[in-house]
């Protein structure tokens, strides 16, 4: 698949915080990793048509995974990427059985409560986790030499290339015939086993490398902020990264990131704001969206610029 | 032991017919329309801050209070049924979550606008604040006064799907909604009056709720947990099964914070995912 030239001014501009908002380094490391946890879910939701009230919890086995690691054995980041990768990749594995098999609410509760479990459970094991105080208490020095400092250009300068990364991973995937499979799955799941393609294995397959994915944006959330919280896992988390997606517009690859872009600036901008009042909006948008733009703010736009074939 | 056995079974219950109240509105309207409703606990929170209001503002007695509150939810219910709800009955599950969680959000930073995010409290009458000796044991009279009313509800829901014309209109359209519609049925107005008895009797659920469990505006979205296994458990379209999960639930959820306090709701959320895995339509589910 080609590139169009507007993918690659997109990239250059992400390169812009470093020299035109310097002092915006760590939120703009923020944008990335959310843009990334919002790209695996865009895999799930988007093309393979799972809806996931509970995705936070591999962003939270990711997180938990490398700071644990960082705390009581290496703190080199790019190992405890690799693991914290595996672990959530292997507990997606494992729930993805039975996720396939369930649609509809039962779905819909199912990966809520998968979630909701992982958090309870986090919650209790405070022994390991340090519970509601989160993890705290050790410290990532630097990655591939650079090192992390208070103005985060180390930081957003790895969460960048890890983000763009996985972006070619998962475009390479949407491009390729698993992800026109998984379209396929999306629209008719009983109908594509008949041409071929066997619906829950590729479901699995996708489920497992949107949970590494999230485990990934996960790990580079604690590489870069040193602490854990609890929150990592949390509901209020899955249901973000939902709004996100569906603000950008789920099933295109830049739904996630243009999402996650909008979504942090404007938190950042009215920070100032009661976060009650905060999701005031965010409720309004969401009701706006699905009203008036089905497809996201990308799908609005396609629709005045349609493609020439 | 065997007496605190006892205590936890009654207050289980009475916080089981609580959540019966809450929910058996969405299991019915879930089951007819397919329709995942997610806001439905933001009805409840209507009736709840009705309540609060006519008593605390205008000095209304309780009871009186609770007709509103009914009122209250269900005519919130209708006007968003026929604004935005009605548009997508055909949309995928998705669309629907995040219409209704949209919802939850608008609705938990509209109250907590008028009414600040603070607890409320009110004061129930005499009678419903002591308690009543038996058998050697205590038992709350606002419980029993919970678990009477959720009883009442309960005969006169069975009562009204079962015995009358507009039950059989709703049961039909229920077990199979094109039929019921070749047959003449106008479901569209049946599934309107289920969805305001629904919310009307979650508005009820959250008057009833301020004194047994608080209200705060993030009502809607922490008992939607609890609501959905119930509707989950229980089985879409089924009052009944609605009726027995929420007593289950109840009553675990009450004996886990009394025996194993350290497991805190993780044992509820392993109960309703196992069960889910084993019955995926829920206990009494048709689907």
């Known amino acids: 698949m080609r590139w169009h030239p507007l993918e690659i001014v997109f990239w250059l501009c992400t390169l812009l915080p470093f020299v035109v908002t310097p002092n915006y380094l760590s939120l703009a490391s923020q944008i990335a990793i959310t843009a990334l946890f919002a790209l695996s879910l865009d895999l799930i939701l988007g093309y393979a048509g799972i809806v996931s009230l509970g995705h936070a919890a591999f962003f939270g086995v990711g997180a938990y995974t490398a700071g644990l690691l960082a705390k009581h054995y290496w703190s080199e980041p790019l190992t405890g990427l690799v693991l914290a ?3 959530a990749g292997l507990v997606g594995y494992a729930t993805s059985h039975i996720i396939v098999r369930f649609r509809h609410l039962a779905l819909i509760m199912l990966t809520m409560g998968f979630g909701l479990l992982l958090h309870e459970a986090a919650n209790s094991a405070s022994g390991l986790t340090g519970g509601a105080d989160g993890l705290q208490g050790f410290k990532v020095p630097a990655v591939l030499g650079f090192r992390f400092d208070m103005f985060g250009r180390a930081a957003y300068a790895y969460s960048l290339l890890i983000l763009f990364a996985c972006f070619l991973v998962a475009r390479r995937i949407v491009n390729s015939p698993f992800g026109l499979a998984l379209r396929g799955i999306r629209e008719n799941a009983l109908r594509m086993p008949a041409i071929g393609a066997p619906s829950r294995a590729h479901l699995r397959k996708a ?3 949107a949970a590494v ?4 944006a996960g790990a580079v959330l604690t590489h870069t902020t040193s602490t854990v919280s609890l929150e990592t896992l949390s509901f209020g988390r899955s249901a973000d990264v939902l709004v996100i997606l569906i603000l950008g517009g789920a099933g295109r690859l830049y739904g996630g990131i243009i999402g996650a872009i909008i979504y ?5 901008q009215f920070s100032g704001l009661n976060p009650q009042y905060w999701y005031f909006w965010i409720g309004l948008l969401l009701v706006t969206v699905v009203m008036f733009l089905p497809n996201g703010i990308l799908g609005g736009f396609a629709r005045f610029f349609p493609r020439k074939t | 032991m065997l007496s605190s056995l006892a205590g936890v079974l009654f207050d289980g219950f009475a916080y089981g017919m609580l959540l019966f109240l809450l929910s058996v509105g969405l299991s019915v309207t879930l089951g007819m329309m397919n329709f995942v409703n997610l806001a439905h606990c933001s009805f409840a929170m209507v009736g709840g801050y009705a309540t609060v209001s006519l008593m605390g503002k205008l000095g209304w007695p309780f009871l009186a209070t609770l007709p509103m509150a009914f009122l209250a939810a269900g005519l919130v219910s209708i006007l968003l049924e026929r604004t935005l709800y009605r548009k997508l009955y055909r949309a995928t599950d998705l669309d629907q979550c995040l219409l209704t969680i949209g919802i939850v959000f608008i609705s938990i930073a509209a109250y ?11 004061q129930v009458p005499e009678y419903l604040q002591g308690s009543v000796q038996a058998m050697g ?6 419980r029993i006064f919970l678990i009477m009313t959720g009883l009442v509800v309960l005969g006169l829901l069975v009562f009204l799907v079962e015995r009358t014309r507009f039950g059989a209109q709703v049961r039909a359209a229920v077990d199979n909604q094109r039929m019921a519609r070749g047959l003449g049925i106008d479901v569209d107005r049946a599934f309107m009056f289920t969805f ?5 009797l979650a508005g009820l659920g959250g008057a009833l709720s301020i004194q047994m469990v608080g209200l ?4 809607a979205l922490s008992y939607l947990v609890y609501v959905l296994i119930v509707v989950a458990v229980g089985g879409l379209g089924s009052i009944g099964g609605s009726f027995a999960a929420a007593s289950v639930l109840g009553i675990s959820d009450m004996a886990g914070k009394y025996y194993f306090p350290w497991l805190g709701a993780f044992l509820i959320y392993l109960v309703m995912v196992a069960l889910l895995m084993w019955r995926p339509a829920g206990l009494f589910g048709k689907r």
């Open chain 1, 85 to 87: 990768a595996l672990a």
């Open chain 1, 207 to 209: 489920y497992t490398i």
């Open chain 1, 213 to 216: 994915m999230a485990g990934i």
């Open chain 1, 264 to 268: 942090m600036v404007a938190r950042d």
């Open chain 2, 112 to 122: 907590a606008w008028f009414y600040t995010t603070e607890q409320q409290s009110i």
């Open chain 2, 137 to 142: 044991m205590t038992f709350a009279a606002y």
């Open chain 2, 196 to 200: 305001a008895l629904g919310g009307g």
């Open chain 2, 216 to 219: 705060d505006p993030t009502f």
